[in-house]
């Protein structure tokens, strides 16, 4: 076993006699300002991410740094309460160290959520985005020797979101009162915000939403074998980003995020109830 891999087993090892007989089936990552949607899971078991053998510790504004076992939609669960990014410092192996871990602890679903800024002109501030495909301007996190036993060399990446989660996704949003739009997401490494040109750029190459995230571990997720369903809260809209006067201001996002919480819970929550 290679140095890389004897952190991960580690980290699951010590997680597992921490959690008894708790098995998750999902794993959730709460992007900025998503936090509290992890108040609705019941009978939480908290570990802080400094208490974690192996794992970083985030940094970023509006991410508490937990990890979280309980049940949401009647099932078990293990939630990523903040999330690590490659703009910390982080190597790819420490920003998707939880994906594999979650991996080990049995997960066989991958929820992610973050917040993003948008490039569709149709979308709206406060709008949730289901991610249906992305391009990857971040370092590939599968790149050094190939971890056999999570994966292959070279995994399909055709389709990385699954398709069915996002129709079942859809009709939940419906009966909750709202719709679940689809898009490409685009993550860039951040942590400075784009440039006016750069928004023009990625959604000339087909990008709907912006952000400094989520894609690392969608690809260490499929690389395992895991279905994911990956959301975006819009926190600006498109024409903003043109205006003479825009500024990106994180508190804005995650003002935004918070907004959208109710209406992310509903669905997260939906849907982890038909696993």
Known sequence: MIPREEKIFQSADYLKMRIGDRHPIAGIILGSGLGSLADRIENPFVIPYSEIPNFPVSTAVGHKGNLIFGTLGGKEVMCMQGRFHYYEGYTMDQVTICIRVMKLLGVEYLLASC???????????????????????????????NMESFGTRFPDMSHPYDEELIERGKKIAMENGFTLMTGVYVAGSGPSYETKAEYRYMRLIGGDAVAMSTVPEVIVARHCGMKVFGVSIITNASGDTEKADFVNDEQEVIKAADAAVVKMTALFTGLIATL
């Open 115 to 145: 917040a993003c800024g948008g490039l569709n002109p149709s979308f709206r501030v406060g709008d949730i985005m289901a991610i249906t495909d992305h391009i990857n301007l971040l370092p590939n996190p599968l790149i050094g020797v």
